[in-house]
């Protein structure tokens, strides 16, 4: 049996090793950098406060520890004992807490119904079937050439860097989902092929609850949207995102026109 080198003089030797294993592997190494040492400089740079106020925004104060978290680098008690030292008043970071109490809950609820990783918890509640989504994801997403710039540069970050914003990864589910009409389960094996934070039970309910078969709705978003939160990370011109560039209202009529005879 290959016993596996694990003493390495600096990164370059490191990546050049995993190379060396995966020659068939594309692209570059992603800027997040592993182990212990590097995990707990990310938990001493957290703010848990700023992040209640901030963690919708492209450039707010969430902490990025989730690559560390799902590898077990860090422990969520670990990371919930750090955060609740920074302050004095508990109810301050609440917020922060809860992301972490869902990330357990999220196991427990696989645990508990491991076949729901997969399987729709409920029918879609978008007026189509679940026969009606397509089971292939498009060339054109997998290679992040949609032609709308916002949903492309986050494509492109997932693949470079293999981490993206949670709002934008909500983005990207509703897009693929709702604007494209194409299963949950794909851009769900899509999303675990590239995140290196990619726990299954947090990623597969996401997106159920985006898709609305583990929610009371499908969730959607418009360009509006967008650009109030990540205007300063991605092009959000409307000519340069046209499908999206529409009110809520219009947007349920384009996306569930069936619905509207179910309510």
């Not at 068939?24 to 406060?49: C, H, T, V, Y």
Request: net charge neutral.
């Amino acid at each position: 049996m290959l016993t596996l080198k694990n003493q390495f003089d600096d990164r370059f030797d490191l990546v050049a090793y995993l190379q060396s294993l995966a020659p068939w592997a594309e692209g570059n190494q992603s800027s997040i950098q592993g182990g212990r040492q590097k995990a707990e400089m990310k938990l001493q740079e957290i703010d848990p406060i700023a992040y209640a106020r901030t963690r919708n925004f492209g450039d707010g104060k969430i902490s990025r520890l989730s690559p560390y978290i799902h590898h077990g680098v860090l422990s969520l008690n670990e990371v919930r004992n750090h955060a609740l030292k920074t302050c004095k008043q508990p109810e301050q970071i609440s917020k922060f807490i809860q992301e972490l109490a869902w990330r357990d809950f999220w196991q427990r609820v696989l645990t508990q119904h491991p076949e729901w990783a997969w399987e729709d918890v409920e029918a879609y509640k978008t007026g189509f079937s679940a026969e009606d989504y397509a089971n292939t994801l498009p060339d054109d997403i997998a290679q992040g050439r949609t032609g709308i710039a916002c949903m492309d540069a986050f494509i492109h970050e997932l693949m470079e860097t293999g981490y993206i914003h949670n709002h934008a990864r909500m983005y990207l589910a509703s897009y693929i989902v709702h604007f494209r009409r194409i299963r949950w389960q794909v851009g769900a094996k899509w999303f675990l092929q590239h995140l290196l934070d990619g726990d299954v039970a947090s990623n597969n309910f996401s997106w159920q609850w985006v898709a609305s078969t583990f929610s009371h709705k499908p969730y959607i978003f418009n360009l509006e949207n967008v650009a109030k939160y990540f205007s300063k990370q991605v092009d959000t011109t409307p000519h340069h995102n046209l499908l999206l560039d529409a009110s809520y209202e219009e947007l349920q009529l384009q996306l569930f026109p069936n619905r509207r005879k179910t309510i």
